[in-house]
């Protein structure tokens, strides 16, 4: 096979991070290259430079077909044969189908003008070509969400691309829409094309690639034969890092009290009969690769999306939680991966955002109470190590980490039983996460229980008493921490081993 496309040297870096570090990978003529990696490896940054989204730091180099280019942009990446489908849909949900595929190209005029007829008649075109059932002429917006990610597949082929990544395209496919996939892939490489396959899934990587190269925390780690490697191997290698023995609870559950009861929760689009329990005192990770389900769970508990079928018991009673103020009446607090969205308001002081979800502490004869809710702000200030100026302070002049403080003394001050943590330390600095660790140590000593989500492995490890693994909306494995590896828990969440029944 000849060398399509080399990336030497590649590196990246935002404010703060570097996201790629002399990063090099090539793609032979004819071949689908699997590039795999944890969450935040560096996968769709290195792609976003190749395709022209980034711009790469000075130092890399990009050759095609042996002769270096410098990509200035999406349509300078496209006209040089180079396309994307992200993981994320890219559709103007109130235009048609065949509108979306032609948006802002030569080839949505006839004469000179915007004609919807030639945007059909090629879309149809394209759509029979690639065996593709969909009526051009449909408003993407009522589209299921997977037969939009084959319009974005489309739409990406219809651009005469000779190298095409795929960063998790199946992420919303039923199993035959995945064939289908598979199918219009093998059809795309000859002898002059090639494609980039990005995906969690390692049935899929195992299925469709040729080669796989692997990327950890932004640095490249090697590239295997497909059919010479095993699954597990693969997963090694994108894993990588050594959890030291001791990086283990500090603390075991000692009560057989179980607090949280979640049986056969199902939603119209994505979870799956997921069931489990959560013990007093207790933290219970939750670890799955992105899209896994684990945050549409934390919603369902907390009233903020509904669910279509299941029960959750709270303290022995069967709780409806059709909206979020059922869930706080219950006991259950959500401290959400977006705190600066859904969880602080940035624009109002410390003493405001602690005192958001009892606002009754802070008030004397139905009027607010300024001393005490100064006094209640500081009692937790002072039990979290809040480095703030003054209570006065606005949040968005805190740190990431002492922002987060401020969200959990929010639900302390309500004195809340169950909590569920979602990414607690994303943003944080090593020294504050081991803050954070302390604090939900503290909480759980008191006998409070918490859902703990995160996308770090080591974390999951280092705080579980036990982890529940998620994988496409159902929890493939419920671990006892003892038991637990980076490699099992990979193994659970790429659908390496298939479901047997979790155990509780």
Known sequence: MTTLLELKGINKTFPGVKALSDVSIDLKAGEVLGLCGENGAGKSTLMKVLTGIYTADPGGHIFLDGKEVHVHGIQHAQSLGLSIIHQELNLVRDLTVAQNIYLGRPGATKFGYISDSKMIADAQKLFDDLGIDINPKTMCGHLSVARQQMVEIAKALSHDSRILVMDEPTASLTEQETETLFQLIRNFVTDETGLIYISHRMPEIEEITDRVS????????????????????????????????????????????????????????????????????????????????????????????????????????????????????????????????????????????TMLTAMDKGMTGGLVDDKKIATNTQKYVDQLKTKTPSIKQLLRNLSGGNQQKVVIAKWLVRDTDILIFDEPTRGIDVGAKEEIYGLLEELIAQGKSIIMISSELPEVLRMSHRIAVMCNGEITGILDNKDATQERIMELATEAEKKNGAKK
């Open 214 to 353: 692997v990327l950890r925390d932004g640095q490249y780690i090697g590239t295997v034969t497909t059919k010479e490697s095993s699954i597990k191997e693969i997963i090694s290698m994108m894993v990588g890092r050594e959890v030291s023995a001791e990086a283990r609870p500090k603390t075991i559950v000692q009560s057989d009290e179980v607090v949280l009861k979640v049986d056969n929760l199902s939603t119209k689009r994505l979870l799956k009969h997921v069931s489990f329990d959560l013990h007093k005192g207790e933290i219970l990770g939750f670890a799955g690769l992105m899209g896994a389900g684990r945050t549409e769970v934390a919603r369902c508990l907390f009233g903020a999306d509904p669910y279509t079928e299941g029960t959750i018991t709270v303290h022995g009673k069967k709780q409806n939680m059709k909206r979020t103020s059922d869930a706080v009446k219950s006991g259950i607090a959500y401290l959400s991966e977006d705190r600066k969205h859904f969880g602080l308001l940035l624009d109002q002081d410390v003493r405001w955002n």
